[in-house]
């Protein structure tokens, strides 16, 4: 399934939630909003579970983060008809 959704194109949302969104230096982008910030979060955790030594190790950090980030949408409501749209696809993909 991971090979397959690496081919999906991903759309951003904000500064941080998105495959595209890529940042020379991650303390300059802030956060639009909860979902946002929370993408953020995520980014981060992601970065720091490359850094870990073993493989099981990198695979549950990269499960808690994923599992944080989908609990954090789970509650974030959007008013925008885009970041609703956001919230769905976002929480179809992390389930």
Do not use: Q, V
């Not at 991971?2 to 890529?22: A, Q, S």
């Not at 030594?53 to 925008?80: C, G, N, Q, S, V």
């Amino acid at each position: 399934m991971k090979d397959i959704t690496r081919k999906i194109p991903h759309p951003n949302y904000g500064n941080w939630c998105g495959g595209n969104n890529t940042h020379e230096n991650w303390d300059d982008a802030n956060p639009i909003d909860a979902g946002d910030a929370a993408c953020r979060i995520h980014d981060f955790a992601l970065s720091d579970a490359d850094k870990l030594r073993t493989r099981k190790k990198r695979a549950d950090a990269k499960k808690k983060a994923d599992a944080e980030l989908r609990k954090a949408w789970h509650r974030f409501k959007p008013i925008e008809w885009w970041g609703k749209l956001y919230r769905r696809g976002l929480l179809f993909f992390f389930n």
